[in-house]
């Protein structure tokens, strides 16, 4: 059913222009999850100017021999395959995989992937294309793993021990950083609510042109305190005005912009926001000095309207640093 929702979605074809436009010079390995689409993926990637050929468990021997032979060569760019070349398969050269099946096993992951980061002479890097998303549920160990500890950025000439001694003393502080930041991306990320940041880093919620709410970072702090300004009164804290963790503080805006504002005017897939812009918006823009991009629909043009109103505002008042 998987292989076959893939053919019909046309998800071979962009896969096939994805190789094209990231993987082109590269020799690669594609793993699907049936031998039809293995078989449809190497006919995408050679009607896309690549050449392919797929290999499967009922191949005879000597057929897959003489493919593997022809890859080996230099004849065949891409391999195509259905849980042929996870285990058993060396080809050093390999510098590109593509994981175009789901898995729930991270041993399967790590050996499809790992088909790309053997080490040969002259290869100076692998490129992983995950069009299924298993990269979101698995990951590969790295130096950071195996010797608990970030160890910088690998320089030419210097040895992993090297750069990991040089790193130390600053190791903590991007650790820290890099957890906050990701914490920050998933949250607002994935939220249903319209969420917008200033240029200056604040993040908030538009809830009419006189009305907004957004996080204030508390100082010294990773907390967060809550707040809501209006055109008349200005900014305001709740009558509980407790810093609190970004999750907290997050949700507790949230349920407050479902109470204070329409759906359609905070929710991140309401449908107006996939319309053309209006001429009132795009007037609006001219008039205050902001470059739409073409091909921005409503919604976009909405969020660069109150990103530079909200900015506007809150730029004037004397705020903590925001995060």
């Given at each position: 059913q998987l292989g076959k929702a893939l053919e019909d979605s046309g998800a071979l074809d962009a896969i096939a222009k994805a190789y094209v436009d990231h993987a082109g010079d590269r020799p690669g390995v594609v793993f699907t999850p049936t031998v039809a689409?293995?078989?449809?993926?190497?006919?995408?990637?050679?009607?896309?100017?690549?050449?392919?050929?797929?290999?499967?468990?009922?191949?005879?021997?000597?057929?897959?021999r003489a493919?593997?032979?022809?890859?080996?060569?230099?004849?065949?760019?891409?391999?195509?395959?259905?849980?042929?070349?996870t285990e058993g398969f060396d080809a050093p050269h390999t510098s590109c995989a593509v994981i175009a099946r789901p898995t729930k096993s991270p041993g399967l992951y790590v050996q499809m992937a790992g088909r790309a980061l053997r080490p040969a002479p002259g290869k100076r890097d692998a490129l992983?294309?995950?069009?299924?998303?298993?990269?979101?549920r698995h990951k590969l160990a790295s130096m950071v793993d195996l010797t608990e500890r970030e160890i910088?950025?690998?320089?030419?000439?210097?040895t992993l021990r090297q750069v990991a001694k040089e790193a130390a003393a600053a190791e903590k502080r991007r650790v820290l950083t890099a957890r906050v930041e990701a914490e920050e991306f998933n949250l607002f990320g994935s939220s249903a609510i319209r969420w917008l940041r200033?240029?200056?880093?604040?993040?908030f919620i538009r809830l009419t042109g006189a009305m907004f709410l957004f996080l204030q970072r508390d100082p010294g702090t990773r907390l967060y305190r809550m707040r809501r300004w209006t055109e008349g009164?200005?900014?305001?804290?709740?009558?509980?005005?407790?810093a609190r963790p970004l999750p907290e503080a997050l949700a507790w805006l949230e349920q407050q912009a479902?109470?204070?504002?329409?759906?359609?005017?905070?929710?991140?897939?309401?449908?107006?926001?996939?319309?053309?812009?209006?001429?009132?918006?795009?007037?609006?823009?001219?008039?205050?000095g902001i470059d739409v991009p073409r091909g921005s629909t409503a919604g976009d043009v909405a969020d660069l309207i109150d990103?530079?109103?909200?900015?506007?505002v809150l730029g004037q008042l004397i705020l903590p640093a925001a995060a």
């Open positions: 689409t293995a078989q449809a993926a190497a006919a995408a990637l050679e009607a896309a100017g690549i050449t392919a050929a797929p290999v499967w468990g009922g191949m005879s021997r000597d057929d897959r493919t593997l032979a022809r890859y080996s060569a230099g004849d065949v760019q891409v391999l195509t395959n259905c849980m042929v070349l992983l294309l995950d069009v299924m998303g298993a990269s979101t910088g950025q690998a320089e030419e000439g210097k200033t240029p200056e880093g604040t993040w009164t200005g900014v305001q804290p709740p009558k509980d005005d407790t479902k109470v204070l504002a329409p759906h359609a005017f905070v929710a991140r897939q309401a449908q107006w926001r996939s319309g053309k812009p209006t001429s009132k918006q795009m007037g609006l823009c001219r008039r205050i990103q530079d109103r909200v900015g506007r």
